[in-house]
């Protein structure tokens, strides 16, 4: 584990904030993820046969992705298809804050937890709706993966190179996106909660859509002004050049972003072309971008002469936006991850041990503790079940 300073239990952010999370897979792991990672006690509801079914996502026997996502938080494994589970259920939710689903839109209904249900046992409830289209229109029925959503929201038409078909991302971007807007409402319906004092049910219908399709951009705007959609054009920006990855001679990439008239004519001298703004083909941003292909090749005819290190040297020495491209090989030992120590050692349940990320910011020049891995399958019914 981390070394570095941690925040007190006492003074975790949500140390008294009850939240029940009847989801599965990444969506409303990552909004409830968030919220332990703040202190909040997250109780997570899983099947007894097989749990969660982001415990089936594993490499080498381990279930890497429940170990990052259900830190801090504990498990209930409860039968919801049996009275005695679904009474277990209903006092959970009447001593929490905040309820987190993500079925298709009417299974709380049919499960007897539709909102007039909600009110009578808990109306100062929070439910966070999670789905893939959102609980009303014309998809509110249909069943919404974040593949789906990448691909019709738009991202996928514009990632990726123009000769090559559209790219999904590789990871659970629409998901996660979500989760992260998830967190954010539902601390936003909180606050105004407690303020309430004749409390009712809050609902947030939280589609994985509509948060992705806000993420992109000014899209809409930009094709109602020029009626062209926002092309395939693999690492460059459609706003700015020069924007790209470039290798270097020791087979490595650096990323770079230098739209600025400044670091522009910084980059210019220090790669040869001092005199490149006056060229016509560089002197406007307009320029820049119809002759990117020009553009990209006086700078990768440079960096093809450096290898990394000189190439890190070469930019760090003008001030110029670059960096190298890393996987996660590189990462493990980068002095960056190391000094703000922002992998954990994490051990499985088989006795290994893995790393984790670490709480992703800081609150007071602490960092928020995780205060337990990620719990096998019902281990803590007796916990939150001892006095039903």
């Known amino acids: 584990m981390s070394s570095e300073q941690s925040l007190p239990d006492e003074r975790q952010p949500l140390s008294d904030v009850l939240v029940i999370d009847l989801s599965r897979l990444v969506s409303g792991n990552v909004l409830t993820h968030v919220l332990a990672d703040l202190g909040a006690a997250v109780v997570k509801i899983e099947s007894p046969e097989r749990g969660d079914d982001l415990r089936a996502w594993q490499r080498q026997g381990v ?83 974040g593949s789906l959503i990448e691909a ?35 601390l936003a319906a909180l606050l105004r909660q407690r303020a309430n004092p004749s409390p009712t049910v809050q609902e947030i219908d939280l589609s994985l859509f509509e948060p992705l399709f806000s993420m992109l951009g000014p899209q809409a705007s930009e094709f109602q002004l020029t009626g062209q959609a926002t092309q395939r054009s693999g690492s460059r920006s459609p706003t700015h050049a020069p924007r790209n990855v470039y290798a270097t001679k020791d087979g490595r990439w650096v990323a770079l972003s230098a739209g600025m008239a400044g670091t522009l004519q910084r980059l210019f001298a220090g790669i040869g ?41 070469f930019f760090e020495d003008r001030d110029i936006t670059a960096g190298e491209v890393c996987d996660i090989e590189d990462l493990l ?56």
């Not at 399958?377 to 001892?386: H, I, P, R, V, Y």
């Open 63 to 145: 279930s890497t992705y429940w170990l990052e996502y259900s830190r801090n938080k504990d498990s209930v494994a409860l039968d919801l298809r049996s009275d005695e589970g679904m009474a277990s259920l209903r006092s959970l939710i009447a001593r929490a804050d905040i309820l987190v689903e993500n079925f298709r839109p009417g299974t709380l209904e049919k499960m007897g937890l539709g909102y007039d249900a909600l009110q009578r046992l808990n109306p100062k409830l929070i439910v966070v709706r999670i789905s893939g289209w959102g609980q009303t229109g014309p998809f509110a029925k249909k069943g919404g993966f």
């Open 152 to 186: 019709m929201s738009g991202f996928a038409a514009m990632n990726g190179h123009a000769d090559r078909p559209p790219v999904l991302p590789p990871f659970s971007l629409a998901d996660s996106v979500a989760g992260l807007h998830g967190s954010t409402a539902a």
């Open 273 to 313: 072309h001092p005199d490149a703004l006056k060229d016509e083909r560089f002197a406007t941003h307009e320029a820049r971008l119809a002759n990117i292909d020009a553009l990209d090749d006086l700078i990768q005819g440079h960096l093809s002469t450096l290898t990394l290190a000189e190439a890190l040297a």
């Open 333 to 388: 030992t980068h002095p960056y991850i190391q000094e703000r120590e922002l992998l954990l050692d994490t051990p499985t349940p088989d006795g290994r041990t893995v790393s984790v990320h670490a709480v992703p910011f800081k609150i007071n020049g602490a960092r928020p503790p995780v205060r337990r891995p990620a719990p096998a399958l019902g281990q803590d019914n007796d916990k939150w079940l001892k006095d039903q």
